[in-house]
């Protein structure tokens, strides 16, 4: 079974702090994502990765940097939290190399941030 | 720009019944789509999913359809049981990103 884990399921932090999402996939997934979810807005892309130590935007990456330094993991980084970005973190990866043969994707449990 | 809907946003119905969610996009032009369902506070679990040369995909009591031209996919559930209830999105996988649905919040009674 593809597993997807993130480091919190809850996670409380202050105003101007740094903090940090985990993810890990073990299934040698090519592709990994950050979403948010937010009632009403549905899901949004904040970054992906398509391959070690590359990057790219999704559609709200402000406030927000990622990095990749081994396949199985992708790290979401909140340069300096904001109340605006307390939320319900999710992490998924699928393999495929090529958009046209991506597979399914996989979701971890996700992370519900509180910044106070 | 893409954009998914999924109608109703919510639906109750009596355990036993069959019933179709429906998903709608803009663009023909998706490589694949992809059904999932989501429990209160937690992630995502996949469903299906359905290639851009494939018309349908069957898992156990789920059919999901996809129809490109016209731009919608159906996911069929027979004979619901209160463990369907959930949130139930669909996706569609374009250049290198997923747009989504908001979702149909489907609550099954005993």
């Known amino acids: 079974d593809v597993k997807v884990t993130q480091s919190s399921r809850y996670l409380v932090k202050r105003t101007g702090e740094k903090v940090f999402l985990e993810c890990v996939q073990d299934m040698d997934h090519e592709n990994m994502f950050w979403y948010r979810q937010d009632p009403g807005l549905g899901l949004r892309l904040i970054y992906f990765s398509y391959d070690v130590k590359m990057k790219e935007k999704g559609d709200i990456p402000e406030g927000y940097s990622v990095s990749r330094e081994k396949k199985e993991r992708f790290s979401l980084i909140l340069e300096s939290a904001s109340t605006n970005q307390t939320s319900m973190y999710l992490c998924?990866?699928?393999?495929?190399?090529?958009?046209?043969?991506?597979?399914?994707?996989?979701f971890g449990p996700g992370t519900r941030l509180t910044v106070l | 720009k893409q954009e998914v809907t999924q109608i109703p946003a919510a639906l109750s119905v009596p355990e036993g019944e069959n019933l179709v969610l429906n998903c709608s996009f803009t663009?023909?032009?998706?490589?694949?789509l992809q059904w999932f369902r989501q429990d209160p506070g937690k992630g995502l679990t996949s469903l299906l999913l359905i290639q851009s040369s494939q018309r349908e995909q069957t898992s156990g009591r789920l059919n999901a359809s996809l129809d490109k031209s016209s731009g919608r996919s159906t996911l069929y559930i027979a004979a619901s049981q209160p463990g369907d209830s959930a949130t139930y999105l669909c996706?569609?996988?374009?250049?290198?990103?997923?747009?989504f649905g908001t979702g149909t919040r489907l609550k099954v009674l005993a």
């Open positions: 996706a569609a996988l374009e250049t290198y990103k997923y747009i």
């Open positions: 663009d023909s032009a998706i490589y694949n």
């Open positions: 998924a990866s699928t393999s495929g190399g090529r958009v046209d043969s991506y597979n399914e994707q996989f």
